[in-house]
């Protein structure tokens, strides 16, 4: 094969761990005697745009001067048809069968558009971010991590938002021509999946590194700390600096730094010169733990795993490649990005020795392969590209793909819930390029609207004779137009009476309403070709009482939501007493909330400074009465407002009932609303709860009281718990449910129905009795909920405090609001 390597920086014009990996690409393809190239930007050598040839240890490298393109504000940086031109050319000599394209900053994505008219297989690694980052590595000029997915966070360094999105935009169309796109790790192969880059062109090729097998450490004495990231502020040297002038360790403890000196330094911080490569297993050995706060978003670290294998223990930052080598409380430590608390706080945990030792010896979490066995699972993705053996990564989706390009969404209902099953899933699809249209099921466009649509779903819309007729129009359409049934419990099936306790305060006439819902909701349902359920639980009971296909699209993150929480982020917390707060947008969570009042009373009553926030319709028992003077009532707030209160609780609470299908049916949204500011969530473990936390990670799972009274007291005595779980948990939500995800599934879903349809028709009619209510079209009840921000973040402090004041007026009366009151303006007063 005639294998092309593109990189816009190589040695020996310029070295770096980025610059070696398409150095071996080279180096070892040609030694397995493939006509191996180079294609490389020049620094130093060349003016702009010049170019020459050499041989770099027997490779012809072709280079062009890059040196104008540097900075990550020009449009040439990322679009550079001067470079494309002469890449064209360059391409009609050498006549490759691949291209692998590595770090093409200034180079430009149009060179991928030159490699698909050459005819050529297209491979393209992420060492970086820099498909979806200018800067590459998402931390801000600043050096402030940014969010790791880039649509659910402001990004305060592009020229503006148009601009990033019309470079990213043109990026991801270059993109589209990669046969292959290969990470370096599994971890940064989640976080570019996330980010938008399509999961069926993505394959790890875990980056090689040589090690000695992992090997316990013979130690005895103080703790001894390592860092060797020099004073790169990327690497978190800064970070260091602020952790360690103020961290409290044991005696004896030493923190040695390589490359950078640290003035006004600790005591027990020494400083020293870079080392050379050849010194790394000696200084390893003479260390317990290695410290590796860095700020970017890295695809790998070779370091960490060198560390790990010889014996070190390793407190890491939650980016990509040295956290998937790190368990927290395992191998290591692993912190939030840029906190100094969470690094000091592992410091000084660390310098006990015996839990130093602990974690020591323990190597890798993940798999770790060598140089050799990369290059040989690199060369197998080569020669499967050329032999067109991997023609459906590029083929078979996307043709179904084109089949679902407009969408409509008919929702019964208005609120967070249409919000998270409807207007959501139509934000994540607009990531897809997807049509999408939602509309209440009273609205008079629908007979015409939904005859244009490639799928209709319709969410918790209770049958009327219109809805039927409309349903009956669409199964006799010229065009297969699936039906889809969206639902987010189990308000399907008659049988779940007896298990709502809140049914109890309803009247009769209430209860036959209820009732009447269930049949209309249930006859919509019988009615549609396919099921989307919220929680596994709800899509399986569907599937078995309806009989028709079902599948399970949790609820995700909202990049509008996501961005109103970042900002919430961006301050601290509210000062005052620890918070344990409990938030109900329905009047069902009374026994739900009743469950854990036993607990969360001794929790007052052990912890005297602690606050209990309680927010919307809940109605505490008598077993609080007591603590009524810490208890601040909530009331129900605009959707947009609820991250402020959630970033102002230290802890979030989740409690179900257990025992019971309905609540097993209930996704874990509270807990995805509070990982969004960073807020630890304790919460009961039903199934969604335990699919979104691992537990003592992104969260605690508690049953018995005395479950929930130690997870809440641990979190209330360790600050850096909660910082660290909270941090867990909003990168586990963004990387696990961002909208670029979600819309790649529901996508699919709705291709599936698609294909289901057109094979085996529609569905035929039900024998379930129909129950209906005569509700016309009518524009005067079609107006839909607007979703978008109703107000400025810079006047919802103000009106929180007030709603806070006239809630505790309504639930406490005036006396004991003036008690809460006077005894805040107290506490304030003494922190003064």
Not at 263 to 274: E, K
């Amino acid at each position: 094969m005639r294998i092309v390597q593109v990189s816009a920086h190589f040695p020996p014009d310029f070295v770096s761990g980025g610059t070696l990996m398409p150095q071996r690409c080279a180096t070892m393809m040609a030694e397995a005697g493939h006509d191996s190239y180079v294609f490389a930007g020049d620094l130093n050598s060349l003016g702009p745009l010049e170019e020459k040839d050499t041989i770099e240890n027997g490779i012809p490298v072709h280079w062009i001067g890059i040196s104008p393109f540097l900075s990550w504000a020009d449009t040439k940086n990322f679009d550079n048809p001067e470079v494309a031109r002469a890449f064209s050319a360059y391409l009609a000599k050498v006549r490759p069968d691949v291209v692998h394209f590595h770090s093409i900053q200034t180079l430009g994505g149009g060179l991928l558009d030159a490699a698909r008219k050459a005819g050529a297989s297209i491979v393209v690694t992420m060492h970086d971010f820099w498909w979806i980052c200018s800067r590459q590595f998402l931390v801000n000029q600043d050096f402030e991590p940014c969010s790791i997915v880039r649509d659910c966070g402001e990004c305060p360094c592009a020229i503006n938002e148009a601009w990033l999105s019309k470079r990213n935009a043109w990026l991801a169309k270059r993109l589209t021509q990669a046969d292959l796109i290969l990470v370096p790790s599994a971890a940064m192969g989640q976080a570019v999946i996330a980010n938008g880059v399509p999961s069926r062109l993505v394959r790890v090729n875990e980056n090689g590194v040589e090690l000695s097998p992992v090997r316990s450490k013979n130690r005895s004495g103080a703790v001894r700390f390592l860092y060797a990231g020099g004073d790169d502020r990327l690497k978190g040297f800064d970070v260091l600096r602020d952790a360690v002038r103020t961290a409290s360790v044991e005696p004896g403890t030493s923190l040695d730094i390589y490359g950078a000196r640290l003035d006004d330094a600790p005591g027990w911080v020494h400083c020293h010169p870079a080392f050379d490569p050849s010194e790394l297993d000696s200084i390893l050995a003479d260390h317990d733990v290695l410290l590796l706060p860095s700020l970017a978003r890295e695809s790998h670290s070779i370091l960490t795993r060198e560390a790990l294998s010889a014996g070190l223990a390793v407190v890491t930052s939650n980016t990509p490649g040295p956290s998937e080598a790190v368990r927290d409380g395992f191998n290591g430590r692993v912190i939030g990005a840029g906190s100094v608390d969470q690094l000091r706080a592992a410091i000084e945990e660390l310098s006990d020795e015996r839990r130093a030792a602990a974690l020591m010896g323990r190597g890798s979490v993940s798999e770790t392969v060598t140089p050799d066995d990369q290059m040989a699972e690199l060369e197998g993705y080569y020669r499967s590209l050329v032999a067109g053996r991997d023609a459906s990564l590029g083929t078979t989706g996307e043709a179904i793909g084109q089949l679902i390009r407009d969408v409509v969404y008919v929702i019964g209902i208005q609120g967070a819930p249409a919000r998270y099953r409807a207007h959501l899933p139509a934000e994540a699809l607009a990531t897809r390029g997807i049509r999408t249209s939602v509309y209440f099921y009273r609205d008079p466009v629908l007979p015409g609207r939904v005859l244009e649509a490639d799928a209709v779903v319709f969410y918790r819309v209770p049958a009327t004779p219109q809805i039927l007729a409309l349903m009956e129009s669409i199964r006799s359409a010229e065009r297969t137009i699936p039906i889809l049934g969206d639902v987010d419990d189990l308000i399907f099936d008659p049988e779940i009476e007896p298990l709502l306790d809140n049914l109890s305060s309803l009247s009769d006439e209430e209860r036959d309403l209820w009732r009447e819902g269930i049949h209309r909701y249930r006859t919509t349902l019988e009615n549609c070709d396919y099921f989307i359920g919220s929680t596994a639980t709800v899509s399986h009971e569907a599937e078995r009482l309806i009989g028709i296909p079902s599948h399970t699209l949790h609820n995700g993150v909202s990049a509008l939501l996501a961005k109103v929480s970042e900002r919430e982020l961006s301050r601290e917390r509210r000062e005052g007493q620890i918070r344990i707060g409990f938030f109900s947008g329905t009047k069902t969570h009374d026994a739900d909330w009743a469950s854990i009042e036993p607990a969360i009373a001794e929790v007052l009553s052990a912890r005297p400074d602690v606050e209990l926030w309680l927010g919307g319709l809940v109605v505490p028992t008598a077993i609080l009465d007591p603590f009524s003077d810490r208890i601040v009532r909530l009331p129900l707030v605009p959707w947009y407002e609820l991250p402020g209160y959630l970033r102002d609780v230290d802890i979030s609470l989740a409690p179900l009932t257990g025992g019971s299908i309905f609540n097993e049916a209930k996704s874990a949204i509270k807990w995805l609303e509070a990982a969004l500011v960073e807020t630890p969530t304790v919460a009961s473990p039903t199934q969604p709860f335990r699919e979104a936390i691992r537990n003592g990670e992104t969260g605690f799972l508690a049953e018995t009281v005395d479950e929930w009274k130690a997870h809440i007291l641990a979190l209330v005595d360790d600050a850096g718990l909660r910082s660290r779980i909270g941090s867990t948990a909003r990168q586990e939500a963004l990387l696990t449910r961002s909208p670029a995800i979600q819309g790649e599934e529901a996508e699919a879903i709705l291709r599936e129905a698609w294909v289901h349809v057109g094979q085996h028709g529609h569905r035929a009619h039900s024998t379930f009795p129909p129950v209906t209510r005569d509700e016309p079209f009518t524009p005067l009840a079609a107006e839909v909920e607007p979703y978008r921000l109703e107000s400025g973040p810079g006047s919802v402090r103000a009106k929180r405090a007030l709603r806070q004041v006239v809630a505790s007026v309504r639930h406490d009366g005036p006396r004991v609001t003036a008690a809460k009151i006077a005894r805040r303006l107290r506490a304030a007063s003494a922190r003064l």
